[in-house]
DNA sequence: TTTGATGCAAAGTATTTGCAGACTG
DNA sequence: CAGTCTGCAAATACTTTGCATCAAA
């Protein structure tokens, strides 16, 4: 997964949507897909502080928003301190969420989707998307 | 699943502890179990009001998180309007939450702490807890 | 009687919104 | 230049907390 590309790809997607690509808006980009560590809004905003020191948490937060909307970006919805993000995989897939660091691990399941598809389709449902979400200590975490 | 047998084990849980069953705390309790919905903590209070008029909001909130102490309770995590709850089943197991009209239907997949240990394990991680959410349409607003 | 529980209001937190001014394209 | 974006502050909304009073055991 190259960030450079990424970072690349999010600015196409945006001028073609005819959205302005301001400095702050870039910045906030470049730290979400630089954060390997599923960043929280209030985190990319401490990042990008050093940079534009005016820079609101506000505008993160819109920016934020503006990439779910278009599918760039994952929601991970847990967190102390709020939601956390994954901006470099925006699909689901499991994490592994250590709850004594906080570290967020990502994953992959062989064949998942056949797994949600079969229990979705046993109750009559039909699938937007998913989560799924482990919790536990990281290896760091676990007294080894 | 036996509503009423539910009920008195968490109160005997409770005695046990030390924990006195005041009225409020009881039917807080009797909503919580009884509830197959997956209630909210403010539906909680709207139940409960007609009978115990003066019931705060913040006391359904204390007793949930009472039961959150000891295992007695899941917490969904996710609701427009706040935080839902499992007090029947208090035990992770999967949920298909419609994303038009909020339902949240219960599910079971066989194996499917193989496939957690298994995932873990690759990852060197100790496995504590886990959440596996299907978000989608059910069947009454699939459109058929 | 002892102490945990209640209920009120106030504080906390994460996130969203309104709007005037700034700036991209 | 038109229209979007920014930044500030205020508004939301859920949840927690402090504390005086109340009541279960």
Redesign the interface.
Known sequence: MDTQERLEHLQNVLRERGNRLTPQRVAILRALVSDKRHPSAERIHDVILPDFPTTSLATVYKTIALLKEIGEILEL??GDDGSHFDCRRPYPH?H?I??KCGAI?D?E?DNFQN??DS??S??????????????????DC?GK
């Open positions: 919805g847990f499991p592994l250590c709850t691990m994953s399941v797994l949600i229990l979705a046993k109750n009559g449902f039909t699938v937007q998307t998913h989560r799924f979400d482990i919790f536990g200590l990281c290896p676990s």
